[in-house]
């Protein structure tokens, strides 16, 4: 008995070490959750795997390791990498409660984790880090609007901005207001104001710069209290049946709003907002607005008695003397409608995202009070809703880069720097590439079940789908030019246009009471720290509590 059950053992730990992956190759993963296989060989089926064998074995070509330096196969390189981490995290011991004279937030709009992860490779490896990454504090923001669960560039403006929660669509009210509400748009009492309105009763100066137009939801967020983001113009309100003089359009609020119309800076585009259908622009455009009224010659009439300068284009926008205090107003409206993506962008009529910051900040920073500078990166976005990532990860490269310089140009000492994003995105990076793998092709660690490619880069949802399902067949990847600008990358749902995520979003921070910014939080709490650090806005701050 005992020579029969000690026989039966044996077959049974034989029966397991034969079903190993690395003993018999043609049979399944040990684990098909965590695939192992392709890191050892090239593995073809055999007549005699089932067909679910098969596949698993087709789906993991192999791959071999490169790494970008040969130090990094070596312990001590990764020892040394972290040590340089931890002196960067000791750092953050010596917290900086001074007060922030200057603060200049950095909203990257749908700057979503997995972009930036995905942007690192973009810029050539894994390990890359973007500017603002380098930023001792990070956080979590979460994202939610009042009434809806995945939020959009409306009710998150208000959060960030205005600190308080709203409801989707709105721009600058209270979740009291619903979408599209003329008359809760008229009611004071539903009106909630940004940290630009607590910096100007403070003495500060304030400014926007952004690459959509400047009429958009985020940037209104500075300025506005409107039912309807879409409302940019007045034409837009008569055609959902209200009235302009009673619900006022966006574009009349940055004119002649009371924020608004002490904006020292405003950049981005729009044009079309501010002019009558009677009028074309530079660009031979013609304006949207059905009252006649031309809001870019009131802008004009209003600061007659600044110094005050209105530019089109990027050469105006350098023989503009900004640099030796000749320049107090700046209106920069650069294109009819969003700017043009960076890719895109005639370099001699657009300025970069920098160059516009930089001017920005030579105008600001002559206030001996101090400034709140709000800047966008406005078309990642944008991007992605088309499913073209090659297009988000570039905005978010010249996002970077604008950071980077207006780190470079000022104090922590003085200056609060905080960077984030209103929402997130449905892109995700996933396979099992290897380093360094082009992340806008396809991935080389995985075929996938049919034997086609599959891209690195997907999407939940979005045009892309169309683009990439033939029938019952997907469409072979390797016939396309996958870094083709207008590519749209395969999604799982069918629509017009990708959603945003509802994930939460980093927040990076960097100078005077930047550790406020660690955790996560809700994303309305944002510009109350940023109030509390600069000492503005009508609740606590640093100066109160020291009184105190």
């Not at 043609?26 to 073809?44: C, G, I, S």
């Not at 009028?279 to 304006?287: L, S, V």
């Not at 005050?308 to 105006?316: D, G, L, M, P, W």
Request: glycine share 8%; proline share 4%; aromatic share 8%.
């Amino acid at each position: 008995m005992l020579y029969r059950l000690l026989c039966v053992y044996l077959a049974l730990v034989g029966g397991l070490v034969s079903t190993s992956p690395l003993h018999h190759e043609a049979e399944e993963e040990y684990d098909p959750m965590h695939p192992q296989r392709f890191l050892f060989a090239d593995l073809a089926p055999t007549a005699s795997t089932d067909q679910r064998a098969k596949r698993s074995s087709a789906s993991m070509p192999k791959l071999r390791f490169e790494p970008p330096s040969p130090n990094e196969q070596h312990a001590q390189y990764w020892n040394n990498v972290a040590q340089d981490i931890l002196d960067r995290q000791l750092y953050k011991n010596r917290l900086n409660r001074k007060v922030a004279k200057n603060v200049i937030m950095f909203l990257g709009d749908g700057l979503s984790i997995p972009t930036l992860a995905a942007t690192r490779v973009y810029l050539g490896d894994e390990s890359t880090e973007l500017s603002f990454e380098r930023f001792p504090y990070v956080g979590l923001s979460k994202t939610y609007c009042a009434n809806v669960q995945v939020a959009d560039s409306a009710c998150t403006a208000t959060a960030y901005l205005a600190g308080v929660k709203a409801n989707y669509g709105t721009i600058g009210l209270t979740a009291a207001a619903a979408l599209g509400d003329c008359q809760a748009q008229n009611d004071t009492s539903n009106h909630v104001h940004s940290i630009a309105k607590w910096a100007q009763d403070a003495g500060l100066s304030t400014g926007f710069v952004t690459t959509t137009e400047v009429t958009n939801a985020s940037p209104a967020g500075m300025y506005a209290h409107t039912a309807n983001r879409n409302w940019e113009y007045n034409g837009a309100i008569e055609k959902d049946g209200f009235d302009p003089a009673v619900c006022q359009d966006i574009a009349s609020q940055l004119i002649h709003g009371e924020v608004g119309k002490h904006m020292r800076v405003i950049m981005g585009g729009g044009r079309r907002e501010f002019l009558p259908t009677h009028e074309t622009d530079i660009d031979g455009i013609q304006g949207r607005r059905t009252d006649g009224e031309d809001l870019i010659k009131h802008w004009q009439h209003h600061h007659s008695h600044h110094r005050s300068a209105y530019v089109q284009n990027r050469v105006q926008l350098l023989e503009t003397n900004t640099a030796h205090g000749e320049t107090d107003y700046l209106l920069g409206l650069f294109s009819s409608k969003h700017l043009p993506y960076h890719l895109d962008a005639d370099e001699q009529q657009i300025p970069t995202l920098s160059e516009m910051v930089s001017t920005a900040m030579d105008i600001l920073e002559r206030n001996d009070n101090g400034y709140f500078l709000f800047v966008e990166g406005g078309r990642i976005d944008h991007g992605h809703h088309y499913t073209q990532p090659i297009r988000a990860f570039d905005e978010t490269v010249e996002f970077a880069k604008a950071i980077e310089m207006a780190r470079s140009r000022t104090s922590q000492d003085n200056t609060l720097i905080v960077v984030t994003a209103d929402h997130s995105h449905t892109m995700t990076m996933s396979g099992y590439s290897s380093r360094k793998n082009d992340i806008l092709g396809v991935n080389n660690g995985q075929r996938a079940d049919d034997e086609l490619p599959y891209a690195t880069i997907s999407y939940a949802n979005g045009p892309g789908y169309d683009r990439n399902v033939q029938r019952e067949a997907r469409l072979d990847l390797n016939r396309v030019d996958m870094r083709d600008k207008s590519f749209a990358f395969p999604s799982t749902v069918p629509l017009g246009l990708e959603t945003h995520g509802g994930d939460d979003v980093a927040v990076f921070a960097s100078g005077p009471w930047a550790h406020l910014f660690s955790g996560t939080y809700e994303q309305h709490f944002i510009p109350h720290a940023m109030a509390y650090a600069g000492c503005i806005g009508p609740g606590r701050t640093a100066c109160t509590e020291q009184q105190s």
